[in-house]
């Protein structure tokens, strides 16, 4: 899951906010794209990746997921490995501080933008639906404490939720969301996805319910266009957990991802280590 999340991020990065017609002509799933402005990442996964790995150490390492907790880790491993694709202003404040206390104290988390969502998958691992919707909102509320920064990341969290634990089929998905956040998402989403929490989980609910394989998701992800490395790494985490999709992403893409120190082995392994948080009869 973290490691074809990675994957989305790394490949929709090339591609973010471009314009369609050069994504069109580029989107062919044959390599990893250099985005025209920002050509130091190419193959390389976002800030997406690196808070959801940062909420995966914090679960496989057996810590709670209190707020401090949770700062802690996102400073931690921006420090450890900065590297761009955070928000302007968000990227200054991780330079500035020093601890998780710090960064609780000086950040104004009024954002209805999608970063609350896009690292929120790995609490899916959780074992109840009250345990996925608390921690969900926990992560989310440190930066974006708003009705749909909240509702976005509880969304990603509870998706993860229903494939690992096999708790419908794909249909059914969109009922499981409403029974448990009291809110009818939209799944027919087309055109361009802006950087905002809601419209975000309605792209990718669109891909999830109605694709069929990875290699497909991932290429029509990138042809929507606007925030393509989290649409598409959300797309590719919560794909790779669903049954009732191929697994057919081409070899290239796991050999070609960055492998340095938090690079793909790294990510290989902790995956396997938060997987192997649910139950036995669950795993794939």
């Avoid at 390492?61 to 302007?88: H, P, S």
């Avoid at 634990?165 to 794909?170: I, P, Q, T």
Wanted: hydrophobic share 40%.
């Amino acid at each position: 899951m973290l490691l074809e999340g990675a994957i989305g991020d790394a490949y929709g990065a090339g591609f973010e906010f471009v314009y369609r017609l050069i994504i069109r002509r580029r989107n062919k799933l044959k390599r990893y794209k250099r985005h025209p402005f920002y050509r130091t990442i190419c193959g390389h996964y976002t800030d997406d990746t690196q808070m959801a790995l940062a909420l995966a150490e914090l679960i496989v390492e057996g810590l709670e997921l209190t707020r401090l907790n949770i700062a802690n880790k996102f400073v931690e491993v921006f420090k450890r490995d900065v590297r761009q694709g955070y928000a302007f202003r968000f990227f200054g404040l991780l330079k500035e501080v020093n601890s998780g206390q710090e960064l609780l104290d000086k950040i104004k988390s009024k954002s209805e933008h999608n970063g609350s969502a896009m690292r929120a998958y790995p609490i899916g691992v959780l074992s109840t639906e009250k345990a996925v919707l608390e921690k969900a909102t926990m992560q989310a509320a440190i930066t974006h404490d708003t009705d749909w920064g909240i509702r976005s990341a509880q969304a990603v969290a509870l998706i993860a939720h229903f494939f690992m634990y096999e708790k419908g089929r794909k249909a059914q998905l969109i009922q499981y969301l409403a029974d448990w956040q009291h809110l009818q998402w939209a799944s027919n989403w087309q055109g361009e996805v802006p950087m905002k929490g809601k419209e975000t989980v309605e792209a990718v609910l669109s891909l999830v319910t109605q694709g069929e394989s990875m290699s497909k998701m991932l290429i029509d992800a990138v042809n929507l266009g606007g925030d393509t490395d989290t649409v598409a790494s959300l797309v590719m985490a919560l794909g790779s957990v669903c049954s009732e999709i191929e697994q057919d992403l081409p070899k290239w893409m796991f050999v070609q991802l960055e492998n340095g120190p938090f690079g793909y082995s790294y990510i290989e392994q902790l995956d396997q280590k938060l997987l192997a948080q649910l139950p036995r009869a669950t795993r794939g």
